[in-house]
């Protein structure tokens, strides 16, 4: 398997057992494998009892990363892999994410450079603008045996207050694509489709709009002067 696979089914009705724990996480995360009716995948296993209590975002991170793919999905986009909600797992209710065979060795900082990736990273960067994404590391960018960077760890997103914190600013000053205008103009025109919007609070969707209005507003891509909207760590 080279890339995720559109069969949904597997993810959201398949037998899920645990492979093991991913290193290196804040959260408890688990690669798992899924099998249904003799098919199986590879998948990432976020359970809500995995997650660290933060100050500022509720508990159900797992909820933004469905509502990431779902967002990313409608726009036509195609950036997050295939995520969907399991109210039943090893662990409990969570998110199944499909795992993308990559090289691991890459990262946004040694694919931003190769102009067969910028057209996917500038996308990226749109989305983030758009969800707000308070955690956009170098290594969320992976490049994918398919090759496609797909975008990951999408759960720090859709907050009501500016949390933007980020690594792609190389297209600070670009005009926004007019195809990537387009699908922001049809999303104010429509408003958040309503399985993403079923993730997220009110006061979540009124600003998930207005991030809309402001980028097609502006224009262009924004810029950092200050340095103060980076992760950490970077990668």
């Known amino acids: 398997m080279v890339s995720p696979?559109?069969?949904l089914a597997l993810l959201a009705a398949g037998e899920i057992t645990v492979?093991?724990?991913l290193p290196r996480s804040t959260n408890a995360i688990f690669l798992v494998e899924v099998t249904r009716d003799g098919a199986r995948t590879l998948a990432v296993y976020k359970p809500l009892r995995g997650e660290r209590p933060l100050w500022d975002f509720p508990p159900g991170l797992y909820r933004r990363e469905v509502a990431a793919w779902r967002l990313s999905r409608a726009l036509g986009w195609d950036l997050v892999p295939p995520t969907v909600e399991r109210r039943e797992g090893p662990y409990g209710e969570g998110s199944l994410q499909q795992f993308v065979p990559a090289d691991f060795s890459r990262h946004y900082f040694s694919l931003r450079d190769e102009p067969v990736h910028r057209e996917r990273l500038r996308r990226i960067c749109?989305?983030?603008l758009l969800v707000n994404n308070a955690d956009r590391k170098a290594g969320?960018?992976?490049l994918g045996l398919d090759g496609r960077v797909w975008a990951i760890d999408n759960a720090l997103t859709f907050h009501a207050e500016p949390k933007l914190r980020t690594v792609i600013w190389d297209?600070?000053?670009e005009?926004?694509?007019?195809p990537l205008r387009a699908d922001l103009e049809r999303l104010l025109a429509e408003g958040p489709p309503d399985d993403v919007a079923a993730l997220l609070s009110r006061p979540e969707r009124r600003a998930l709009?207005?991030?809309a209005r402001e980028l097609l507003d502006h224009g262009r891509f924004p810029a950092d002067p200050s340095g103060a909207r980076h992760p950490w760590p970077l990668i």
């Open 175 to 178: 005009p926004i694509p007019e």
């Open 126 to 128: 749109l989305f983030d």
């Open 209 to 211: 709009t207005a991030r």
């Open 171 to 173: 297209f600070a000053g």
């Open 5 to 7: 696979p559109t069969d």
């Open 140 to 142: 969320h960018c992976l």
């Open 19 to 21: 492979r093991g724990r």
